[in-house]
Structure formats: structure tokens, C-alpha cells
């Protein structure tokens, strides 16, 4: 049982690039989220989807697109990085019918 | 917008010491506060969930309290040891699926 699992672990962009940040869990949870984490920002939430088929946007989504691929994934794209999207991205899920979110170890990204 | 704030934002003391860790929030309209504990360069952690309609969740030497109507948390740690150095962040839940963090406390204990 991994859990939550991220790839790549680290990534380096050049402004413009894209990218697809991968999240997958094993745990048969039916909610799964993405977050940022910045420096004296906290973390704050990109995207969520409740349950397979469905996304919604979070607080910061603007720049990012997400895909619900199954019920075990869930991916975030980034179209065309921009250095303010530097930042370390999260993967969480969450079993329906319980409150407790569990965390990937989580992607750093640098955007140049 | 919900403000969730911890305060202070870095805290060091000597192995041994019982710790309060405070969390404060703006709207009392809560559905849970859920604590975490983040290592460096690591994920995430629960450690504790308290429902509105609870007052108090313990586990092990943690115990976290919920305060409503004053909007605060709080996180004890009994008997600190140098294991337990690590950010710790609390993070409110209204009636949405999201969550809203604090910026977190950096808790060092010393051998």
C-alpha cells in the first residue's frame, strides 16, 4: 500500500514549457486534490475532484489545468510555466464519508 | 475570507517541555480543524481531526482542543522529544471541500 504518490519528485522549466505533474493513490479514495505550497504563503488549493469525472476549481487555479484520469489519478498541467508557479505541488485524497486528507510527498518545481 | 493564523512562527525548547501550539481562525462557521505535522521536504502528516461537535481529540502524548465560539485550536504535546521537531500546521474545513492552511509553527526540541 504506497499511499499517495507524486512524479516526478523534482523538475526544472524553462518559462513557456509545459509540464503534467502526476498524482496517483491506492487507497480507493474518491477525492483528490492539489495544492501549492509557497514560502509565507501556506498551502493553498489549485483544484479538487469530489469524485471520478468531476473537477473544481480551488483558490489559486488560474494557469493550471487538471484531468480526473480514473479513480486512482489525477493530474495538474501546467500549459505554459511562468516563474510565479515556482512552488512545491501537493497531491491529497480523501475517503468519502471521512474528513482525514492524506499527502503525497510532493513536487518541486522551479520555473526559470 | 477565512484567515487561519499560528502563532508564534517558530518556537525552540529544551526536551522534556510541555508544548502548547495555538491555531486561530476568523469564521466560526467550522465543519473541522485538522493538525498536521511536516518534516523537511516531506508530505503531509494528520496527526488529530476535531469535528464542530467535538471539543477535544487525543492521541497518544497529542491532544488537540476546539474552541469555537473564540475561533481557536489548541495542539499539546506532552513530554516534547527531539523526535517531535517538524512543522506543525492547522487547517480549517467550512462546508466546502477546502481546506484553508496556516502557515505553520517550526517546532524545534533539544536534546
Known amino acids: 500500500n504506497a499511499g499517495v504518490t507524486q512524479t516526478p519528485k523534482f523538475q526544472v522549466l524553462k518559462t513557456g514549457q509545459s509540464m503534467t505533474l502526476q498524482c496517483a493513490q491506492d487507497m480507493n479514495h474518491n477525492s483528490m486534490y492539489w495544492y501549492r505550497q509557497d514560502p509565507g504563503m501556506g498551502l493553498r488549493l489549485i483544484y479538487y475532484s469530489a469524485s471520478e469525472g468531476t473537477t473544481d476549481k480551488g483558490e489559486v487555479p488560474n494557469g493550471y489545468n487538471v484531468s480526473r484520469l480514473n479513480k486512482r489519478e489525477f493530474s495538474l498541467r501546467l500549459e505554459s510555466a511562468a516563474p510565479s508557479q515556482t512552488s512545491v505541488y501537493f497531491c491529497?485524497?480523501?475517503?468519502?464519508?471521512?474528513?482525514?486528507?492524506?499527502f503525497g510527498p510532493g513536487t518541486r518545481l522551479t520555473v526559470l | 475570507k477565512q484567515e487561519v493564523t499560528q502563532i508564534p512562527a517558530a518556537l525552540s525548547v529544551p526536551e522534556g517541555e510541555n508544548l502548547v501550539l495555538n491555531c486561530s481562525f476568523t469564521?466560526?462557521?467550522?465543519?473541522?480543524l485538522q493538525w498536521f505535522r511536516q518534516d523537511p521536504g516531506k508530505g503531509l502528516t494528520s496527526l488529530l481531526l476535531?469535528?464542530?461537535?467535538?471539543r477535544e481529540q487525543t492521541s497518544g502524548r497529542l491532544n488537540a482542543s476546539l474552541d469555537k465560539s473564540s475561533g481557536r485550536s489548541t495542539l499539546y504535546i506532552a513530554a516534547s522529544q527531539p523526535g517531535d521537531s517538524a512543522t506543525y500546521l492547522c487547517a480549517w474545513r467550512g462546508g466546502s471541500e477546502k481546506l484553508v492552511f496556516g502557515k505553520g509553527m517550526k517546532l524545534t526540541v533539544n536534546p
Open positions: 476535531i469535528q464542530s461537535s467535538q
Open positions: 469564521d466560526s462557521a467550522i465543519y473541522n
Open positions: 491529497a485524497s480523501r475517503y468519502r464519508g471521512e474528513d482525514t486528507q492524506y
